[in-house]
């Protein structure tokens, strides 16, 4: 692939919404709108993809990361969304919609391995949930369709912390929590993927 054909990618992740405020898991059965800081947000997204020629958003199903991209779009020339489904967020089982120190204490030696970081721990998954290899394997599924099987160079893709963690360990980077707003950028230069870093 020639330096012109590098695939670019900005990856976000979906603004604040409800239960990030109180504390509470959302997984895939939550599926909130954007709080008003989380509407900030999503405009703030748009801002920093403003100059980068984004021909078009894929996002996940979730409304919290839909409602980022349409609001993010407002800022960019007129491009397509395409709701993609590998992009989900993560199922977390059991413990959807309980309290972080309750999943905490319930289901104490899950949560400690699924928070770790380790490669050794990425099969970790809460019963009726899926681990982060899971959600790695899909994630780069679809980075990989819109990579080499799409006419775009520059893709912005939104979604969940979980896919973006997973992203970054990828590439040896241990970090867990992922801000609401942030904006991942990797390359993608047949068949190597590069990371960028944060784009502020």
């Known amino acids: ?5 590098i695939k670019h990618f900005y990856i976000f992740r979906h603004g604040e919404c409800p239960l990030n405020q109180t ?3 959302q997984g895939q ?3 909130g709108q954007l709080t008003e800081l989380g509407c900030k947000q999503a405009e703030h997204i748009g801002i920093i993809l403003k100059d ?3 021909e078009i958003i894929v996002t996940s199903p979730m409304k919290r990361a839909i409602q980022t991209a349409l609001i ?3 800022h960019l020339e007129p491009i397509p969304i395409l709701v993609d489904h590998r992009l989900i967020e993560v199922n977390m089982g059991v413990v959807e919609g309980m309290h972080i120190s309750l999943a905490e204490k319930k289901y104490a030696e899950t949560y400690k391995h699924w928070r770790s970081g380790r490669l050794n721990d990425l099969l970790t998954h809460f019963e009726q ?4 290899a899971q959600v790695r394997k899909r994630v780069f599924a679809a980075l990989e369709y819109y990579a080499q099987n799409t006419k775009y160079k520059n893709i912005a893709i939104s979604t969940h912390g979980i896919a973006i963690a997973q992203i970054l360990q990828y590439f040896g ?3 867990t929590n992922i801000p609401n707003g942030a904006v991942l950028f990797i390359n993608y230069n047949k068949p190597i993927w ?3 870093g944060f784009v502020e």
């Open 1 to 5: 692939m020639k330096a012109d054909e």
């Open 23 to 25: 504390g509470h898991i």
């Open 29 to 31: 059965k939550f599926n």
């Open 52 to 54: 980068k020629e984004i």
């Open 72 to 74: 993010a779009k407002k």
């Open 129 to 132: 949930g899926e681990s982060k």
């Open 173 to 175: 980077i241990k970090k």
């Open 194 to 196: 590069s990371y960028e």
